[in-house]
């Protein structure tokens, strides 16, 4: 069974540039996650779906964050006109729903903002 | 403030030692797990344990719920065992259930 997918794997940027995070979820995992890892701290949730449907952004910064899971498959995770403060790993998770004790991680995005 | 609350923050051992990690939560605790990260990998679920004691291999997971703690006991460390544990708590809220994650124990052992 193939795990949680992410692309790219690393993204340097200047501030104020935009970048895309991909992530393609286990097959059949109804409920996927977005989490934010700064350096030396723990994962934080931006953002989850269950299907198409968004659950909770109430951590995505909407100003210059945003989340679609369009066909409740495939995510894409957009920042427009990075900051330094974004500089962070971007990690995709799912899990079935209710599942969130059996929750996959994929191997995340490295961002750096210069 | 930070709801969970993990030591140590590092600790270096050499291999064959063992090494015994905390985690605290600040809130009522429904259910938790203990998560593995390799640097600059994902992360790989070790237990999810709400209540009790919890054994895989060399490693031992307790949870006592109304002392909202728990720990993870690593026996006979070995060099692979090298990387951060997280723990966190399920938050279930009016959104939806969510893991509150820690900063972490980063782990190293010495040949």
């Known amino acids: 069974e193939a795990g949680v997918t992410q692309s790219p794997r690393y993204a340097v940027l200047q501030e104020g540039q935009a970048v895309s995070f991909w992530c393609d979820p286990i097959s059949g995992h109804d409920t996927l996650y977005w989490y934010q890892q700064p350096r030396d701290q723990g994962p934080q949730l931006l953002v989850y779906?269950?299907?198409?449907?968004?659950?909770?952004n109430s951590q995505l910064p909407s100003d210059r964050f945003s989340a679609v899971r369009p066909k409740g498959t495939n995510s894409t995770l957009k920042i427009q006109s990075a900051k330094q403060g974004d500089t962070a790993t971007y990690l995709c998770?799912?899990?079935?729903?209710?599942?969130?004790?059996?929750?996959?991680f994929g191997s995340g995005t490295r961002l750096t903002v210069l | 403030g930070q709801q969970v609350q993990q030591s140590p923050a590092s600790l270096v051992l050499q291999e064959g030692e063992n090494a015994e990690l905390q985690c605290n939560f600040s809130?009522?605790?429904?259910?938790m797990q203990w998560f593995y990260q390799r640097p600059g990998g994902s992360l790989v679920s070790l237990f999810y344990n709400p209540s009790g004691t919890k054994h895989s291999g060399r490693l031992t997971s307790t949870t006592v719920i109304k002392e909202r703690r728990s720990s993870l006991h690593i026996s006979s460390s070995q060099t692979t065992d090298s990387g951060t544990y997280l723990c966190?708590?399920?938050?279930?809220?009016?959104?939806?259930?969510?893991?509150?994650f820690g900063i972490g124990t980063l782990l190293s052992v010495k040949p």
């Open positions: 809130t009522s605790l429904n259910s």
């Open positions: 966190a708590f399920l938050n279930y809220g009016s959104s939806g259930n969510k893991l509150i």
């Open positions: 998770a799912s899990s079935t729903t209710g599942g969130v004790e059996t929750l996959y």
């Open positions: 779906f269950r299907d198409e449907a968004v659950i909770d």
